[in-house]
């Protein structure tokens, strides 16, 4: 994939973050998370432990990058569902503690599945700082080039200013779903993988399935074994008919796979996309709400 610039805001390669690693204008962030599997007794309200990747990046990250906890830091903890968006307040507070200001580009990655960091893309779109892009190939492509690790707890930048600006017309919450999957113009696409859309898979977040009336294009299938995204003409390809769609709202388990297809959306020129937040952790709860297997 050929490499994002600066000012587009989407994705830029393993040489790209070399070539610029100390440009003071630049804050690397590992958005690292984990979900695994239960040991006991998996619930709707917890069906997985959610586990930070902080001791990961402390064996391990890109020089001069910091970590942020996505779920302890800037997540609204008060909800009863994970990944929740925090108050405004909230995330500024910590992205001034980690340098970054207004003007900061801030490239996002992750140790693990890709989703981590386009989710940390999307929050920082949400409070208004579009100067913000994924590494492409995250953690494991940057090693796998042979470039350089640090380790430890990472080095703290001089705290700037971070003005928060929320912006509603990215975010749908579950009336906004249930309009859309009413209307015929809408799309309502499902990031998870293909045999949790079916009902199938390990985690249950309530009720198996899929919002009705929803389309799956999975999160896993945008990239390929080395974790960078797949071509750019194959993913327009894969998102053609969802482009051309006035009005795109994306889910998952707890609105982070969601952000993958987001964020691809937008890079195609899609001005219409809405992630729902609270996705099936809230949605597959409640029995009134529309969900099958089917189709």
């Known amino acids: 994939m050929n490499d994002a610039s600066a000012a587009s805001g989407f994705i830029v390669s393993a040489q790209w973050l070399a070539d610029h690693l100390g440009d003071p204008g630049v804050v690397v962030l590992d958005a690292t998370t984990h979900l695994l599997p239960r040991p006991v007794d998996p619930t709707p309200d917890e069906p997985y432990d959610v586990v930070s990747g902080r001791a990961d990046f402390e064996k391990g990250h890109i020089p001069g990058a910091q970590f942020v906890d996505i779920d302890g830091e800037i997540s609204d903890r008060s909800k009863d569902t994970h990944f929740m968006l925090p108050p405004p307040e909230q995330f ?14 801030v490239v996002c990655y992750a140790t693990a599945f890709h989703w981590w960091a386009t989710r940390l893309w999307w929050m920082l779109r949400v409070f208004g700082h579009e100067r913000a892009v994924v590494l492409d190939g995250g953690f494991q492509k940057w090693v796998a080039d042979g470039r350089a690790v640090e380790t430890g707890s990472g080095k703290a930048r001089a705290r700037q200013v971070f003005t928060a600006r929320f912006d509603p017309d990215l975010v749908a919450d579950r009336d906004d779903v249930l309009k859309a999957v009413r209307e015929s113009g809408a799309c309502v696409v499902n990031a998870l993988r293909p045999e949790q859309h079916a009902g199938g898979g390990t985690t249950n977040y309530g009720r198996p399935g899929h919002i009705t009336g929803s389309i799956n294009v999975a999160a896993s299938n945008v990239v390929r074994a080395d974790n960078t995204f797949r071509p750019l003409d194959e993913l327009r390809g894969m998102l053609a008919d969802h ?6 709202i994306t889910y998952c388990g707890g609105g982070i796979a969601a952000s993958s297809i987001t964020m691809l959306l937008t890079m195609f020129g899609h001005r219409g996309v809405r992630l729902y937040d609270a996705s099936l952790s809230e949605w597959a709860r409640d029995g009134s709400l529309p969900m099958t297997t089917a189709g």
């Open 243 to 248: 482009l051309a769609k006035p009005e795109v």
């Open 92 to 105: 500024a507070a910590v992205m001034a503690r980690l340098g970054v200001g207004d003007d900061t580009l």
